[in-house]
């Protein structure tokens, strides 16, 4: 589903990571791991296409769903709101009602997001994977401000999710008790060099 | 796209949304300026074109720096950029919602505000005409210097300086026909260099403003 080789990205102009290579297949899901600053982010950022590879190839990469830090909720809609705005962006197939029930989101269902937790917002923020419908997720940090019921509930989802032939790669530091590969991202550490296309980032 | 703008509008009609901020800004505006000049209607009448036009252009410039900086902070640019929609077109919905919420409103409040600066009668369908035909542009413009200055913090004097040079054409022509109108002069020039203007921001911006947007969010 997702394969990428011998991939470099930078963060500001600075190279930090590469030689990165590895694959992901339908119904898998690969963990990334390693110390705050490595890179993980970036990485994620990269297959997401936020970003562009310093260099390497990524085939694949298509039809993904990102989290980020950021949940992408706006405060003044309520929870249906947000959920149903992103369902229609992503082509209207994904079902507001079970992301709800997945979350245990039914009793906020009405409620304005700004009234939420830090967790219920995460909470939100993951439901809306279910949402778009995508069948790679690309996962930055899922479990920050989550208690550990919906820790549980989020495991459910991803196994739910690769059962059904999705695939998943995403960063965290907890054991969500998935039977996943584990990258560790520390070896791939870039050498010190210059910085690329130094001018360019400079003059942006 | 659909759901964008309809998103869009929503948050701007809820509470904090900063619908009226525009208005409001050209309402005082308009209504200051006689007190400023004096209430010598023979001196309003032929500079009321102009001031309308230049407080339609502040009004507007007033809410761009929040067209992308709050969809910036809170994340949903980046879930944007990877959804299946074109960042060509958030970027026009996004316009097209600044537009309905800021151009609209001024265009239909500058015919009553116009009895204010003693207007002469034959400029309030040209003065409409013009704003409607030119704020589209402002939106636009407005959309691309946002797209530009998105991840800067406090970028709005920045964002002021890049659009408003890209502001004159517009400004040029939209006030010639308002004056010229209520002159009751030939119009026809400036009329098809106002749309012909707004006709090529509406097409070339949207792509100029997705690169920069690329960029910044990097």
Known sequence: ?204 | MIALLRRDLALAVRAGGGFGLALAFFLIVVVLVPFALGPDTSRLAPIAPGILWIGALLACLLSLDRMFALDFEDGSLDLLATAPLPLESVILSKALAHWVTTGLPLTLVAAPLGVLLNLAPAGYPWLVISLALGTPALSMIGAFGAALTVGLKRGGLLLSLLVLPLYVPTLIFGAEVARRGADGLALETALLLLAGVTLAVVAAMPFAAAAALKINLR
């Open chain 1, 1 to 204: 589903m997702l394969s990428v080789e011998n991939l470099a990205c930078a963060r500001g102009g600075l190279p930090i990571l590469e030689g990165v290579s590895f694959e992901v297949k339908a119904g898998e899901a690969l963990i990334l791991r390693g110390p705050n600053g490595i890179g993980k982010t970036t990485l994620l950022r990269v297959l997401a296409g936020l970003q562009p590879a310093l260099e390497g190839r990524v085939e694949g990469a298509e039809n993904l769903a990102y989290a980020g830090h950021a949940d992408g909720i706006k405060a003044m809609l309520s929870v249906t709101e947000n959920l149903e705005f992103w369902s229609d962006v992503f082509g209207g197939t994904g079902q507001v009602d079970v992301a709800v029930q997945a979350f245990n989101l039914g009793s906020l269902a009405d409620r304005r997001a700004a009234n939420l937790s830090a967790g219920q917002k995460r909470r939100l923020g993951l439901a809306r994977l279910l949402v778009t419908g995508r069948p790679f997720w690309l996962l930055d940090e899922p479990t920050v401000s989550l208690d550990v019921a919906s820790v549980a509930l989020f495991g459910d989802a991803v196994r739910a999710h690769l059962a059904g032939g999705g695939a998943a790669v995403m960063a965290t530091h907890i054991d969500l008790g998935l039977e996943a590969r584990v990258l560790d991202v520390a070896p791939y550490k870039a050498k010190p060099r210059a910085a690329a296309d130094a001018f360019d980032e400079a003059f942006l």
